[in-house]
């Protein structure tokens, strides 16, 4: 099964900035779309950024102009480069990916990584 693994949260000042790097691996055919989610104690998961293969992004309307998503296709890798951190991006972020393997395709996510972002 295709495992995702993040790294890069951590505890930061308002105004700082972040890098959040998830990398995939694990019988891999193929991945479509990765992308970011965080989670707030008592909130839903909600996504913060996607990138398909080819390069599009989308994002939350939250974060545009301050986080940027990007991807290593060749090391089937993920990262949210966020900048301008304020206290409310205080979550749990959570990568999610597309992927196709043996079995077929199936949306994996990696165990999450807290970013805490103070006043």
């Known amino acids: 099964q295709v495992q995702l693994v993040e790294s890069g949260g951590g505890l930061v000042q308002a105004g700082g900035s972040l890098r959040l790097s998830c990398a995939a691996s694990g019988g891999i055919v193929s991945i479509d779309v990765m992308g970011w989610y965080r989670q707030a104690p008592g909130n839903q998961r909600d996504l913060v950024a996607a990138?398909?293969?080819?390069?599009?992004?989308n994002y939350a309307d939250s974060v545009k102009g301050r986080f940027t998503v990007s991807r290593d296709n060749a090391k089937n890798t993920v990262y949210l480069q966020m900048n301008s951190l304020k206290p409310e991006d205080t979550a749990v972020y959570y990568c999610g990916a597309l992927v196709t393997d043996y079995r077929g395709n199936y949306y994996s996510w990696g165990q999450g990584t807290q970013v805490t972002v103070s006043s």
């Open positions: 990138v398909t293969r080819g390069g599009n992004t």
